[in-house]
């Protein structure tokens, strides 16, 4: 594989993780823009549990002890952020963030503001693979009569809570599970570019992850793949295009194109790419054509 | 041992300085039909959303089966068996319909394993059944993975009571059902309501069709200004001086001319 191909892959795979591990809380319909937070934890706590200064673990063990400590700081923060709803839990989980990234370049042990280095080695032939099976149990996760749950919550908590649903022990699930798979993301960063810094995971990169989220839809588990597919293929493909065609100013101003094209996906699907309605068109599509070939069906219902 | 599914007893509840619950007394008999019905603004659904727990009580009780449920939280009532359905359509728009009644069961699943089964990836299994038999059941079953946003407002409102159908409550609260469904659709209802009622539950009703609250329900409670002016069989309600007044405020309008001028 080449080393341009390869990279590319990376960054889609970390990107898919983090993504996932916002959707969960964010199909309940909670804005996180804490990811950058949950991936410095994740990140942290991998490589000081991994490295020879710290506990000397192994990798495997190194990323699962992570994803625990992540998983109980999130489970303890969770109670006082979803007090805060929409905008505000936006502003909470930022400051979330802030906070963890201050405490890591002050603290000596974890390299400061100069960052860290990690020992272990994470391939792709491993990232690729925690990538799908991270998305197999959000898609699992989903199907559940919890992920029923989470999604009724986002159209109408009140009745949700009628029909016997403890909306805030959903929610609380929701972030903390939330919360461990961006850990594990921060983890396999770590572990594959064997150096990492706080200042690397900043605000930028916690709202690229919600956009990837909000951008594919948080109504079915393909929003996430989706949103991180098209945010990290789209700006290198547009790059790859206007080299071909020798368009020099394009592959300089890629993004601003890239700009008008989420604007204009805003205006078009403001509930993002993969809606429900649409899933349940290309189902029945996909449906009817199967059963076109059995038998003539003059009209497919919808 | 009471006979009674549901006793309120002196329910109070106000907003700011406006009483809109005042001292509201009623009984509804094991496996009886009971209308609860009122001009507009009369307060009942303010009783029903007092009785799911959308609100708490100011004063007063509620004991459901010889249970009291006055301060018990709303996402446990349902489990005690009380389950009900709502005036404004409240479906989740974003889920099919099969979604929406399997939102339904919840009361009915039990434990963590019931949680975690993927009910909505596997094609076939008994939390899907279930639903698809009891959309089926009511009439609606050609529409199960249809987004519910996408439907007509006669399905959507038939799925509302298929969804608190499904619950398997004691005591099933419908507000409004007939509202907005044509004559088909009523009769279907009416028809669904029957099966129910043989099924062993009981109904309390908020209608406005008398029509339907006649041929459906064999115990009528009339409110009007929060306060309930009338008690008894179908057949008196019309006939009833109090009820009369409330309705079409025959005396009334005299006096309001009167402080008018």
């Known amino acids: ?302 | 041992m009471t006979d009674n599914i549901l006793d309120i007893g002196s329910l109070k509840k106000s907003f700011g300085g406006l009483v809109v619950i005042d001292d509201v007394s009623f009984a509804v008999t094991k496996a009886s039909k009971t209308a609860l019905i009122g001009p507009n603004g009369a307060g009942k659904t303010t009783i029903f959303n007092l009785l799911s727990g959308v609100y708490d009580v100011d004063s007063g009780s509620i004991v459901l089966d010889g249970v009291d449920i006055t301060r018990t939280e709303a996402h446990d009532r349902v489990l005690s068996g009380l389950s009900r359905s709502f005036q404004n359509i409240r479906l989740m728009p974003h889920l099919s319909t099969v979604e929406n009644v399997m939102l339904g069961q919840q009361a009915t699943s039990r434990g963590w394993r019931d949680m975690i089964y993927p009910l909505g990836i596997l094609p076939k299994n008994r939390w899907r059944d279930e639903a698809e038999a009891a959309l089926a059941d009511a009439g609606i079953g050609t529409y199960p993975g249809e987004v519910v946003a996408n439907l007509p407002y006669g399905i959507q409102k038939r799925i509302e009571v298929v969804r608190a159908m499904v619950a398997k409550p004691k005591l099933l609260l419908l507000d409004e059902p007939a509202a907005g469904l044509n004559r088909v659709e009523t009769d279907q209802l009416h028809q669904l309501l029957d099966r129910v009622h043989q099924g062993g539950v009981t109904l309390l009703v908020v209608e406005h069709d008398m029509h339907f609250v006649r041929s459906l329900c064999d115990h009528v409670v009339v409110l009007n200004f929060g306060e309930k002016i009338f008690e008894g069989p179908p057949d008196l309600v019309q006939k009833d001086p109090e009820v009369l007044k409330a309705y079409l405020g025959a005396d009334d309008d005299k006096e309001d001319v009167a402080n008018a001028s």
């Open chain 1, 1 to 302: 594989m080449s080393g341009y191909l390869e990279a590319q892959l990376i960054i889609l795979c970390l990107s898919t993780i983090y993504a996932y591990g916002i959707f969960i809380p964010a199909a309940s319909g909670q804005l996180n823009l804490g990811a950058a937070g949950f991936i410095t934890l994740g990140a942290y706590a991998s490589a000081w549990f991994n490295s020879m200064d710290g506990l000397g673990l192994s990798a495997t063990v190194s990323v699962i002890l992570a994803m625990i400590f992540t998983g109980i700081v999130s489970f303890l923060i969770s109670f006082p952020i979803l007090r805060t709803k929409g905008v505000y839990m936006v502003l909470a989980t930022f400051a979330f963030a802030e906070v963890v990234s201050g405490f890591v370049i002050n603290f000596e042990f974890l390299g400061a503001a100069a960052g860290m280095p990690v020992d272990s080695h994470a391939s792709i032939l491993v990232v690729a693979p925690i990538t799908l099976a991270v998305m197999i149990f959000s898609f699992y996760f989903m199907s559940t009569r919890f992920g029923l749950a989470l999604r009724s919550i986002h159209d109408d908590e009140n009745v949700a809570t009628l029909f016997g649903i403890k909306v805030r022990t959903a929610k609380v699930i929701a972030f903390t599970v939330g919360a461990m798979i961006v850990s594990l993301g921060g983890s396999l960063y770590g572990l594959h570019f064997n150096y990492i810094e706080a200042q690397t995971f900043n605000v930028l990169l916690s709202i690229f992850i919600l956009l990837y989220v909000l951008m594919g839809g948080t109504q079915t588990a393909w929003g996430p793949l989706i949103g991180a597919a098209f945010f990290t293929i789209v700006p290198e493909g547009l790059r790859e295009i206007a080299e071909m065609l020798g368009w020099h100013w394009l592959a300089e101003g890629r993004f601003i194109l890239f700009g008008a094209f989420i604007v204009i996906l805003m205006v078009i699907r403001p509930e993002g790419i993969m809606t429900r309605t649409l899933q349940e068109r290309i189902a029945g599509n996909l449906r009817n054509k199967n059963n076109a070939v059995t038998s003539e069906q003059p009209e497919g219902g919808r």
